[in-house]
């Protein structure tokens, strides 16, 4: 594990503990915001991720299940490292970053029954075969996930002076996951 990887997982830890106690005191958190959090040798093309990259991921995942917001500013690894996590955010918001197209999709696929918003800004997605990103759009959205777009957005970046996009997701559309519901019995 590198001084930089042991630093994050030190400073996860320490604001994880915080927010812990926050808990009893009945103090909820909205949003959290990751800044600038990219490992080192952290390549699109790198597989599997070496072992302290996995507990960075647990460490990672128990601070984000704190807020109902995700918020990744230059963070190159935060969205790979929780792209398995079923977590229950309602908005994740990215900004400045290169993300994994399969590290998208894992997460998008893991979290579409709580996820209701996506804003992107300025974000290059890259896919294993191509040495140069896609820019993520609207439409990119769409072609990876099942869950419908209710309403799209545009919207400006104060961190990158960016334009981008919200996507707001329809999770009472056709493709959305099931609803049990109760069926009347027929009287006889």
């Not at 109902?68 to 900004?95: G, P, T, W």
């Not at 996930?145 to 997701?169: A, I, M, R």
């Not at 329809?170 to 019995?185: A, I």
Request: glycine share 2%; aromatic share 6%; with cysteine.
């Amino acid at each position: 594990m590198t001084l930089q990887e042991k630093s994050y997982e030190h400073h996860i830890q320490l604001v994880s503990a915080a927010l812990n106690s926050a808990k009893r005191y009945n103090v909820s958190i909205q949003t959290i915001q990751l800044i600038d959090l990219s490992l080192p040798n952290d390549t699109p093309w790198r597989r599997p991720p070496p072992p302290s990259h996995m507990s960075l991921a647990v460490l990672l995942t128990d601070l984000v299940e704190h807020a109902s917001s995700v918020r990744l500013l230059r963070s190159h690894s935060a969205l790979d490292l929780l792209s398995h996590a079923k977590l229950n955010i309602h908005q994740l918001d990215l900004c400045s970053i290169n993300v994994k197209r399969v590290s998208l999709e894992n997460f998008l696929h893991a979290n579409a029954e709580s996820i209701r918003s996506l804003s992107f800004r300025d974000v290059d997605v890259i896919e294993p075969n191509r040495l140069e990103g896609a820019t993520l759009t609207p439409a990119y959205i769409r072609s990876m996930t099942d869950v419908p777009v209710k309403k799209t957005s545009k919207l400006s970046c104060q961190c990158s002076f960016q334009e981008g996009w919200k996507l707001f997701f329809d999770h009472d559309g056709p493709l959305s996951v099931p609803r049990v519901t109760k069926r009347k019995r027929c009287a006889q």
